[in-house]
């Protein structure tokens, strides 16, 4: 009987230590690209981690009640550290109302406190009730069918052809558009990345165009923003017989792609934008190239020599054609800026940068940060963090594009 209750002691002190562990991953940013899944991943899963964590604190203190373990100061130890498991993947929770706040705040400081007044009440009805449902982490975030027109050629350059793809709602009509663009450190990547939340806002009412560029860093700068025009030529050519309304468009990027976005929205774009969405998209580089993260998982400055050609010295004009924060003026489209507050990739500072720049001339700019959030945090399309973001996004993306 003594042996039974001792390997159940080590069972249990094996999964303390693995739920402390996972824990850990909730604060603790990625030092290398490698483990960048793991520090993405764990906050968003937080609350599953929540409940390991709480249950296994519970059949400790149960079993030191019974006084089963012989090595009282040891138990003593891994309860504690049990109870730090649980108040780390607590953690995300416990911030989640008052990120909820800051986000709801700088919504209507910019769009208003009744934006959503002129949103037609059945548009509503269609989009998420709560910034989070704690069952579609496990259940998955319902998302309706769509029709997908994949693959389609749009320019080779170069002897690359590029495509897009084409997400609309079941019923024939005229939709508002959406042009989606895909992150990758500007290396990887392609219309398909995005997929799960290109479908889920096809359904909510939009036609959405995925587009994809020449990877870094075979084809460096300029080659990624003259694919993304070539594009938008071929949206603007082919708007009618894909049911695109061309008076009511938005751009929405993340990372990589995010960058190629406000690019676009602000400056090459050869039909009016409405709204831009940035989801911890790069908005100076040279000041990230001259300021890297620490850690900096994807080594920040062969990443953007790969994609630049070479460093802000060598090629001056470049990192500054290349920063959307050097593309801001009075007029720009309203834009939606996200970031997480534990991104080491694309840390959030930049993105209030441009917030206070837009704002300055005279734009409207939302931005939100999610205090716990690292870079590609939506990769978990039901996770904590996204669930957020979604719940923002569709709202700025109704108010932009669907009014009466």
């Known amino acids: 009987m003594q042996l039974v209750a001792t390997i159940g002691i080590w069972i249990w002190g094996l999964l303390v230590l693995l739920g402390f562990c996972l824990s850990l991953w909730i604060i603790i940013p990625a030092p290398i690209f490698s483990l960048l899944p793991l520090s993405v991943g764990t906050p968003e899963i937080s609350p599953g981690l929540l409940i390991f964590n709480s249950i296994i604190l519970i059949l400790g203190w149960i079993g030191w009640r019974s006084n089963i373990s012989q090595s009282p100061r040891l138990f003593i130890l891994a309860l504690c550290i049990s109870g730090l498991a ?23 400081a910019s769009l208003g406190r009744d934006y959503l ?16 449902i704690i069952g579609d982490i496990w259940g998955e975030i319902f998302i309706p069918q769509v029709r997908i027109d994949r693959r389609i050629p749009f320019v080779n350059r170069d002897g690359v052809p590029l495509y897009l793809n084409i997400y609309r709602p079941l019923q024939i009509g005229k939709y508002p558009a959406i042009v989606s663009i895909y992150g990758g450190a500007w290396q990887r990547g392609s219309p398909d990345s995005d997929d799960t939340f290109n479908r889920y806002i ?27 025009k070539c594009a938008l030529t071929f949206i603007q050519n082919h708007a009618t017989e894909n049911e695109t309304d061309l008076d009511r468009v938005a751009f929405i990027g993340r990372s990589a792609g995010a960058q190629l976005a406000m690019l676009a929205a602000y400056e090459h774009s050869p039909f009016p934008v409405r709204a831009l969405v940035n989801y911890y998209g790069p908005v100076n580089l040279t000041a990230g190239y001259d300021d890297v993260p620490t850690p900096d998982p994807i080594e920040s400055r062969v990443t953007l020599q790969a994609f630049l050609g070479g460093t802000p010295t060598e090629f001056p004009d470049r990192y500054y054609q290349a920063s959307p924060i050097n593309t801001v003026k009075p007029g720009l489209p309203a834009s939606l800026l996200i970031y997480g507050g534990k991104d080491h990739i694309i840390q959030s500072k930049y993105g209030k940068y441009l ?9 409207r700019a939302v931005f939100i940060e999610i205090p716990w959030a690292d870079h590609a945090f939506d990769a978990v399309f039901s996770g904590v963090s996204n669930q957020l973001a979604l719940y923002y996004t569709e709202r700025f993306l109704a108010w932009a594009l669907l009014k009466h």
């Open 355 to 363: 917030d206070r720049s837009l704002r300055a001339h005279g734009n």
């Open 117 to 132: 007044g002129e949103i037609a009440p059945e548009i509503v009805a269609k989009m998420r009730s709560q910034p989070l």
């Open 86 to 108: 649980v108040v780390l993947s607590a953690s995300p929770l416990i911030q989640f109302p008052a990120a909820r706040k800051q986000a709801q705040r700088a919504i209507e």
């Open 202 to 228: 096809a359904a909510q009412g939009y036609t959405v165009w995925a587009i994809s560029y020449r990877h870094a860093p075979a084809y460096q700068f300029p080659a990624q923003i003259e694919d993304v």
